[in-house]
């Protein structure tokens, strides 16, 4: 039994057996919520007018498949406590696998200058390497000369709601 | 038990003082509130208590207003006071509440240096008038009209005027309001007394008053609002310091000179 178990990221992890009937979640579809596309950070253009004055997440690829009720949650005008208001709009990245961020800093930054977003939210996953799309967000921010509200959720492996908390 | 529920704390610690024990064991200041007109079940929503902590201090409340039909307490659980220094959370605010937050700092060394001022006032010098009316050029421009109207004109607005709590809160600024007005009138007649009286008046309301905001009101607000609210109100309030430019830089130098006369 090696004590390095290799990066907490990519580390195994078996969730089978875990309530399989699904728990108390409604039964049938779910309607999406995606109010634009594209949505990866490569693709997207931050001057889109569903960017104008929103509320935009900049969500890590992993949250969507990790938190079951993603769309209701977070994308809905009618979310939970997380989310509220009007509705979001959204970007989408992967800071461990993907190139170029440095494009990425300045999107962010065009959301806030340009765009005039109303705030940010960052979704991650508990997993280390995603604290990097947070940073990647602060890194733009600061670079910013307008200043928006920043809030950083964290949710793990299991679709659990880890951390919510504004920067 | 239920009926009081619907009552107001006042008249609950009236009719059964020993609530006012418990209350102040689990950090509920209700028992100097001038109001006091919050529902019993609406305080301990405010108060934000772990489910465990709710149902022990309803629990204790139960055996002093319905003895004999209590509520069980399936796990009677300490007081916050009690419990390990660890569990003590650091209060997280959102960005525009912290702004508030921040801004009672330099209201809090102000009032902190109100016992020096009073101790070396002058009211028969100009100079010594000057110094007072200084400092209500603070408490008016700074603490009433740059920092009040934030919460009165903007962060209350997104709550019903009629929440017990947010009354509360208007009462003290008016108390703070009328101190005020009484301290000119007394620096006016050259009154010491009673400028002396309204200055500490002014301090033991507006201590309380921030120590009910920082740890009470605004964090229990900020669980209200949605994250589009919270934007809003951070750009609402960044154009509130446009509109005042340099002047909170002023008020902050101010309050450093007196801290640095009256240092010992």
């Given at each position: 039994?090696?004590?390095?178990?290799?990066?907490?990221?990519?580390?195994?992890?078996?969730f089978?057996?875990?309530?399989?009937g699904?728990?108390?979640a409604p039964?049938?579809?779910?309607?999406?919520?995606?109010?634009?596309?594209p949505?990866?950070?490569?693709?997207?253009?931050?001057?889109a007018?569903?960017?104008?004055?929103a509320d935009?997440l900049?969500?890590?690829?992993?949250?969507?498949?990790?938190?079951?009720?993603f769309?209701?949650?977070?994308?809905?005008?009618?979310?939970?406590?997380?989310?509220?208001?009007k509705?979001?709009?959204?970007?989408?990245?992967?800071?461990?696998?993907?190139?170029?961020?440095?494009?990425?800093?300045?999107?962010?930054?065009s959301?806030?200058?340009?765009?005039?977003?109303?705030?940010?939210?960052?979704?991650?996953?508990?997993?280390?390497c995603?604290m990097?799309l947070?940073q990647?967000?602060?890194?733009a921010?600061e670079?910013?000369?307008?200043?928006?509200p920043?809030?950083?959720?964290?949710?793990?492996?299991?679709?659990e709601?880890?951390?919510?908390?504004?920067? | 038990?239920?009926e009081?529920?619907?009552?107001?704390?006042?008249?609950?610690?009236?009719?059964?003082?020993?609530?006012?024990?418990?209350?102040?064991?689990?950090?509920?200041?209700?028992?100097?509130?001038?109001?006091?007109?919050?529902?019993l079940?609406d305080?301990v929503?405010?108060?934000?208590?772990?489910?465990?902590?709710?149902?022990?201090?309803?629990?204790?409340?139960?055996?002093?207003?319905?003895?004999?039909?209590?509520?069980?307490?399936?796990a009677?659980q300490?007081?916050?006071k009690?419990?390990?220094?660890?569990?003590?959370?650091?209060?997280?605010?959102?960005?525009?509440?912290?702004k508030?937050?921040?801004?009672?700092?330099l209201?809090?060394?102000?009032i902190?240096?109100i016992?020096a001022?009073?101790?070396?006032?002058?009211?028969?010098?100009?100079?010594?008038?000057?110094?007072?009316?200084?400092?209500?050029?603070?408490?008016?421009?700074y603490?009433?009209?740059?920092?009040?109207?934030?919460?009165?004109?903007?962060?209350?607005?997104?709550?019903?005027?009629?929440?017990?709590?947010?009354?509360?809160?208007y009462?003290?600024?008016?108390t703070?309001?009328?101190?005020?007005?009484?301290?000119v009138?007394?620096?006016n007649?050259k009154?010491?007394?009673?400028v002396?009286?309204?200055?500490?008046?002014y301090?033991?309301?507006?201590?309380?008053?921030?120590?009910?905001?920082?740890?009470?009101?605004?964090?229990?607000?900020?669980?209200?609002?949605?994250?589009?609210?919270?934007?809003?109100?951070f750009?609402?309030?960044?154009?509130?310091d446009?509109?005042?430019?340099?002047?909170?830089?002023k008020y902050?130098?101010?309050?450093?000179?007196i801290a640095t006369?009256?240092?010992?």
């Amino acid at each position: 039994m090696a004590e390095f178990e290799g990066c907490p990221g990519s580390r195994m992890a078996d969730f089978r057996g875990k309530d399989e009937g699904g728990g108390d979640a409604p039964a049938g579809k779910v309607a999406s919520q995606l109010r634009q596309w594209p949505i990866q950070m490569h693709l997207i253009s931050p001057m889109a007018p569903y960017y104008q004055g929103a509320d935009v997440l900049l969500s890590a690829d992993c949250v969507a498949y990790a938190f079951g009720g993603f769309h209701p949650e977070f994308l809905s005008a009618k979310g939970g406590s997380t989310s509220g208001g009007k509705g979001k709009a959204i970007g989408i990245a992967c800071p461990k696998l993907d190139e170029g961020q440095d494009v990425y800093v300045e999107k962010i930054k065009s959301w806030i200058e340009d765009a005039k977003i109303n705030t940010l939210t960052v979704l991650i996953m508990q997993v280390p390497c995603c604290m990097g799309l947070l940073q990647l967000a602060k890194q733009a921010a600061e670079s910013a000369k307008r200043k928006v509200p920043i809030k950083y959720i964290v949710v793990g492996v299991q679709g659990e709601i880890l951390k919510e908390e504004w920067v | 038990m239920q009926e009081y529920l619907n009552k107001g704390i006042k008249e609950v610690i009236k009719q059964f003082p020993p609530v006012a024990d418990i209350l102040n064991e689990y950090d509920i200041g209700c028992v100097p509130c001038s109001v006091g007109t919050c529902l019993l079940k609406d305080i301990v929503q405010i108060h934000n208590l772990s489910p465990e902590h709710e149902q022990s201090l309803m629990a204790k409340i139960s055996r002093v207003i319905s003895p004999g039909q209590e509520i069980p307490a399936q796990a009677e659980q300490p007081a916050r006071k009690e419990k390990p220094e660890t569990e003590i959370k650091e209060i997280k605010y959102s960005p525009p509440v912290k702004k508030l937050v921040e801004e009672h700092v330099l209201i809090k060394c102000w009032i902190a240096l109100i016992p020096a001022v009073i101790k070396n006032m002058n009211l028969e010098s100009p100079e010594g008038r000057q110094l007072i009316m200084d400092g209500v050029d603070f408490i008016r421009s700074y603490a009433d009209k740059y920092h009040h109207a934030k919460e009165e004109d903007i962060l209350f607005k997104y709550f019903d005027a009629n929440l017990d709590i947010i009354k509360v809160m208007y009462e003290d600024h008016e108390t703070g309001r009328a101190h005020v007005r009484a301290i000119v009138e007394g620096v006016n007649k050259k009154d010491k007394k009673s400028v002396a009286e309204h200055l500490l008046a002014y301090q033991e309301l507006l201590t309380g008053h921030i120590k009910k905001e920082d740890e009470i009101l605004y964090p229990w607000l900020d669980r209200q609002l949605t994250t589009t609210q919270i934007g809003e109100m951070f750009a609402k309030f960044n154009e509130t310091d446009l509109k005042f430019g340099q002047a909170p830089k002023k008020y902050e130098e101010f309050v450093n000179k007196i801290a640095t006369d009256y240092s010992d």
